[in-house]
């Protein structure tokens, strides 16, 4: 596509459900960046990929965080029983190449926990 | 561990007027530093880059900003102030070793005065 791609761009969840944040990076982009931006914020790292290797998760806050890059295109971040905490706006970004200095961001998700 | 710091969480400027957005990086190793810029309800875009080349860099939309060692500085800065820089502008070094992450600062608003 012609840019980075996130859906749904906003999702309001109760505590305790399961959801699941899609990022379609641009097509041929190697590397896949996870990011989470609470409000006033900058974003933190949340983990990356190299094509479908998972290659750095140590952003990941605990274990009902995991993300998958099954085919090296498409990435999805799954919060498993969502907190109030977990509120923020997830960002995705992809780039070229590994190490590449530029990284293209999509405009988010914003992820609202009642 | 690299981190970098902004300095100022709101800056105000008279459209017209220069930019002085600053920045202190902390870094073991020569860095590579970013200025991202974040429009409402807009994805983050890089404004510009820094990797040990010309300490002297010029972004887009007039911005430009020097690398300068001795200050472990890397401040943003334009001349002329115009209503559409209104935004906020993020301080970025990237991660060194296996992990490109973006390491992000806390951010500065800029606010643009008619």
């Known amino acids: 596509g012609a840019g980075v791609s996130q859906s749904p761009r906003y999702k309001v969840t109760k505590r305790g459900q399961d959801v699941a944040l899609r990022c379609d990076p641009i097509?041929?982009?190697?590397?896949l960046y996870w990011y989470r931006q609470a409000l006033g914020q900058g974003p933190e790292f949340l983990t990356y990929?190299?094509?479908?290797?998972?290659?750095?998760k140590s952003g990941l806050p605990n274990d009902r965080f995991s993300a998958e890059r099954p085919e090296g295109s498409i990435s999805t971040l799954t919060i498993q029983r969502t907190e109030q905490r977990d509120s923020a706006m997830y960002r995705c970004?992809?780039?070229?190449?590994?190490?590449?200095?530029?990284?293209?961001f999509g405009q988010g998700t914003r992820l609202t926990v009642v | 561990a690299q981190s970098v710091t902004q300095l100022d969480s709101h800056v105000s400027v008279s459209e017209g007027t220069p930019v002085l957005l600053r920045c202190n990086y902390s870094?073991?190793?020569?860095?590579?530093l970013f200025w991202y810029v974040q429009h409402p309800n807009k994805g983050l875009q890089l404004l510009l880059k820094?990797?040990?080349?010309?300490?002297l860099v010029k972004g887009i939309n007039g911005f430009e900003a020097e690398f300068k060692k001795s200050e472990t500085s890397f401040h943003l800065t334009k001349p002329s102030a115009h209503m559409s820089d209104a935004a906020e502008y993020f301080c970025?070094?990237?991660?060194?070793?296996?992990?490109?992450?973006?390491?992000f600062g806390s951010g500065t608003r800029l606010l643009v005065r008619p």
């Open positions: 820094y990797t040990s080349a010309a300490t």
């Open positions: 097509s041929g982009h190697v590397s």
């Open positions: 970004a992809s780039s070229l190449e590994e190490g590449a200095a530029q990284a293209f």
């Open positions: 970025v070094v990237r991660g060194v070793g296996s992990s490109y992450k973006l390491i």
């Open positions: 870094s073991s190793y020569s860095p590579s």
């Open positions: 990929f190299n094509y479908e290797a998972q290659q750095d």
